[in-house]
């Protein structure tokens, strides 16, 4: 059993900054990977970025240079640190958690709406 719960999503201003974060909990035992997808209204879900056991990171192309993805081990918890924040940036973010040899797990998805 392994839960994912997101929080940090809201309203922010376009060139704004904002930080997810999204904790894991309940039977986590090795993380293969803990990365960050999202989905706008009538389009598919796209991978933004993720960081694998190792420690390295991948992102998107449409935001390098401006989001930063982390992980607190300890805390089971994953973050997305994102500046310089685009009205295109807006949709709702999802964490996922892929575990050895237990497959993927999502969070219930938080909002991220960027706007004047």
């Known amino acids: 059993q392994v839960q994912l719960v997101e929080s940090g999503g809201g309203f922010v201003q376009p060139g704004g900054s904002l930080t997810l974060s999204c904790a894991a909990s309940?039977?986590?035992?090795?993380?293969?990977?803990m990365g960050w997808y999202r989905q706008a209204p009538g389009k598919q879900r796209e991978l933004v970025a993720v960081?694998?056991?190792?420690?390295?990171?991948n992102y998107a192309d449409s935001v390098k240079g401006r989001f930063t993805i982390s992980r607190d081990n300890a805390k089971n918890t994953v973050y997305l640190q994102m500046n310089s924040l685009r009205a295109e940036d807006t949709a709702v973010y999802y964490c996922?958690?892929?575990?050895?040899?237990?497959?993927?797990?999502w969070g219930q998805g938080t909002q991220v709406t960027v706007s004047s």
């Open positions: 996922n958690i892929a575990l050895w040899y237990m497959g993927d797990y």
């Open positions: 309940g039977s986590i035992s090795g993380i293969r990977a």
């Open positions: 960081i694998v056991s190792s420690g390295g990171r």
